[in-house]
């Protein structure tokens, strides 16, 4: 059954859904970089606690004028309208008041969804909300979906990723750094509204599919993401966008297989699952590639110290670095060192001895703040630099290999 719906075979209205979600996790995941990036992450939660009374309030004065209060574009202009109004209402206390951005967003997060709750409660005790699935908004839910709002959904994701496309450069740029935006004649104010925008638009398209509680998630999890992968913005926009798009297709699926299963948790948990393997496995930024560095980075350091012991003719008593030396043939099992050991081991020790006339010597004071006691000094100094040491030292002249 999952194969099937994996595989698109489960349907017309289960394959437009697949489809459907898969553009909105694409919008959601290149729009959300932008603002992770721009460090505003939890405006998009402002954002989706604010469609709520809009939902509500366009159902009822759809069913108090005799219309279907379930019609999906109804509601999304509703949800469209009413975070509108919660976007401005953020920005107005923003600039206009002491409050920080982030007490603003509290502050409209809690009121405009605390107010969605009590017309949600209303609308239930009408004997209506239940029949008309408002509840599914909350978390997401393609039950029953119509051929004409799977349509809807898709082209609203289309539309919202062809939009980001275009305005990619500006909020790119923005996003680093306004300053230099601002200097470049970009308006950055408007830039900034236009990314709000943009976050809106994919949280009233995705209030069906995901729902308004978890659409901050497939906003902000898909940039994380992608940002364990590279160091180029233009790399995190693509991957964050392949990772909300797989995200999504695969959370669809799983829900289009299983019936009972909410899409929109489940669509979170896919992103998570992708997110959770880039934190583990990612080259560079990633915990196992982080454990190994520290474990080549422990392994130089007993090499090291090892090879200074032997020069000074030290007792070595820590296993791991007799067991280092041996295994690099730097030391025998009777613990006597072999001929590239000593020669490695003098190396060692007349590099300590160079260090320590660079560290003394003012002259060379940016090369001394590159001592870390593992760096070869070959890589700091050229070799005539270090011929003129060796000379103040006394004893073999010239750079040792």
């Known amino acids: 059954m999952l194969l099937d719906a994996l595989l698109l075979q489960l349907g017309y209205n289960a394959t437009l859904v697949a489809i459907g979600a898969t553009l909105l996790g694409i919008s959601a995941g290149v729009t959300g970089t932008f603002l992770f990036l721009r460090k505003r992450a939890l405006v998009s939660d402002a954002v989706s606690h604010a469609t709520l009374p809009g939902v509500c309030i366009a159902f009822l004065l759809m069913a108090a004028f005799g219309g279907d209060g379930r019609n999906l574009i109804g509601l999304l202009l509703g949800s469209a309208v009413s975070a509108g109004v919660g976007l401005w209402c953020l920005n107005w206390l923003t600039r206009n008041t002491r409050l920080a951005e982030d007490a603003a967003i509290g502050a409209v997060l809690s009121v405009f969804f605390g107010f969605g709750v009590v017309l949600l409660t209303v609308i239930q005790t009408l004997g209506v909300g239940r029949q008309a699935g408002l509840e599914g908004f909350l978390l997401g839910s393609t039950a029953g979906m119509l051929w004409a709002d799977a349509m809807i959904i898709a082209g609203g994701g289309a539309a919202t990723l062809v939009l980001i ?27 900034d509204m236009a990314m709000m925008g943009l976050v809106m638009a994919v949280t009233v398209v995705g209030l069906k599919i995901v729902g308004l509680i978890l659409i901050v998630a497939l906003l902000i999890i898909p940039a994380v993401t992608a940002r364990f992968w590279t160091e180029r913005s233009d790399r995190v926009v693509l991957l964050a966008g392949l990772a ?6 695969i959370g669809a699926a799983i829900s289009a297989s299983a019936p009972n299963v909410p899409t929109g948790p489940i669509i979170v948990l896919m992103a998570f699952a992708l997110f959770a393997l880039s934190l ?20 130089r350091v007993h090499l090291r110290q090892g090879l200074l012991a032997l020069a000074t003719g030290q007792p070595i008593y820590e296993k791991m670095t007799l067991r280092l030396l041996q295994k690099s043939g730097l030391m025998r099992a ?25 560290r003394a010597d003012q002259s060379h004071e940016a090369a001394a703040a590159l001592y870390d006691g593992l760096r070869a000094i070959e890589t700091v100094l050229t070799p005539d630099q270090i011929t003129d040491i060796d000379a103040r030292i006394g004893g073999p002249k010239g750079v040792a290999s």
């Open 165 to 191: 496309m275009l305005l990619r450069r500006p909020m790119t740029l923005v996003a680093f750094d306004p300053e230099y935006a601002a200097a470049r004649g970009l308006n950055v104010s408007r830039i």
């Open 334 to 358: 009777d613990g006597v060192a072999t001929e590239d050991g000593v020669a490695r081991a003098a190396k060692a020790l007349r590099d300590e001895k160079r260090w320590e006339i660079v």
């Open 244 to 249: 909300g798009g797989i995200a999504a297709y």
């Open 280 to 299: 583990l496995f990612a080259p560079n930024r990633g915990v196992l590639a982080a454990v190994l560095r520290h474990l080549r980075f422990q392994r």
